[in-house]
């Protein structure tokens, strides 16, 4: 793993593919959900009855808004989506940046989490992002209906160390969770798992 970050980190950049948008979660998100269902509007066609707009635009509110409130209960910060086809396909899928509320026990270090975190889950690796040490996790879950998920999904979440020069400022969790094509397995939701990977190769700590 490597050595013990001495930047202090109040924020964080990150570079989304084409056709995804930031929802901000702490501030400005009905601006943004707005914005997208907008935009989502707009590249309706124009022979559409004006009740059908209204009823598309209503349902992807009602989506929206369904996902936020999931983000916001997995401590989430910001939320990206894509919301236009991708070779012709819109697909499900989603990238949450979260800052969990964790209370640290004495003696607990940074490096006693992460190591914690790869005894304690298969399918975790140590990693490393933007210089701060972390654990990349991938596992794939099955369709739970009772939940709210009605076919099985890929999830792949880096668990990172906030950069801090003083006291454990904690832990940043980037979560990536896809339906792909239907088959969590597949070839179609593997290029979005490496699509992902490839975005956090541009996740860059904002420091002092």
Do not use: C
């Not at 009905?30 to 009855?49: E, M």
């Not at 832990?171 to 094509?181: A, I, P």
Request: hydrophobic letters at 40%.
């Amino acid at each position: 793993m490597p050595p013990a970050d001495t930047r202090n980190a109040f924020g964080y950049t990150l570079v989304i593919p084409p056709g995804w948008s930031r929802i901000p979660l702490k501030a400005g998100t009905q601006d943004a959900v707005k914005k997208i269902v907008d935009d989502a509007a707009a590249r309706l066609s124009p022979d559409l009855p004006r009740d059908k707009v209204a009823d598309a635009r209503l349902e992807l509110y009602r989506r929206l808004n369904a996902s936020v409130k999931e983000a916001r209960q997995r401590d989430g910060v910001d939320l990206y989506l894509p919301v236009e086809p991708m070779h012709g396909l819109l697909i499900a899928a989603s990238i949450i940046v979260a800052k969990p509320g964790t209370a640290r026990r004495d003696g607990v270090t940074g490096q006693d989490v992460l190591a914690q975190l790869l005894a304690g889950s298969a399918g975790s690796e140590p990693a490393e992002v933007d210089g701060s040490a972390a654990v990349r996790k991938e596992r794939t879950l099955p369709a739970d209906p009772a939940k709210g998920a009605d076919a099985p999904s890929r999830h792949v979440d880096y668990v990172v160390r906030v950069p801090s020069d003083g006291a454990d400022s904690g832990w940043l969790v980037v979560s990536f969770s896809t339906l792909g094509d239907g088959d969590p397995e597949g070839d179609f939701t593997e290029i979005l798992v490496e699509l992902f990977d490839a975005v956090m190769t541009t996740f860059r700590w904002r420091t002092e």
